[in-house]
């Protein structure tokens, strides 16, 4: 009896351990392909999520896009906190896509989730009337214009990078200047 707990516990062990290495095989792949686009994949931290989700204000009638939606945790929260709105998440990497696929799945494939593989750059934002984005300063800079020439009465909030040239109508903290890490703000924007 004694041996067959041990090895039953031996089993589980061996199993925590393989189920811990592919997903960190699969973790290690998605940072090797999205390394390789304009912005690699950082998820938003949990803790600013609530303040993000807040900032963004979706009311029933928005149609919110995230502009590379990475693991989707910004789409399912906003659409956990205001389940009325439209959501559409744009997000290149493949590996993403399958990801944010079997979380709406899990959430029970929300109908006003839309998931689009593809290049932000490439799609057309004229819909929106608000946006998420945590991207990088050349990023940014890059696509100011695309902002200014199709988002009309819309909000596009920035985790920790601001637009160039472009003056935020509210900044708001994060995080402090911590040892490691500088100050970090969420910028809300108007267009
Ligand atoms: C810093 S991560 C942020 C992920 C997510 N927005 C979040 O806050 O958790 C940036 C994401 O943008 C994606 N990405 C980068 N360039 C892209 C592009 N041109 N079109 C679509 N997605 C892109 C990356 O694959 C990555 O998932």
Redesign the pocket.
Known sequence: MAALAIGLALLSVQLILIVALLVFILQAVIFLI?GR????????RQKYLETIVSAVGAKPSDIVY??????G??LISAWKKEPAAKYVG????PL?VVLVRFRLFLAGNPENIVLRR????KTDLSQATRV????LPG?MEALLPKCERELKNALFVS?TFSFPRKTAMRSVQLSKQGRFTGERYLYTYEF
């Open positions: 999205s686009l304009d912005v690699p994949y950082v998820p938003t995230e502009l590379g939606c990475g693991d945790r910004f744009i997000e290149r990497n993403l593809g290049d932000f750059f998420y984005a945590y991207l990023v985790n």
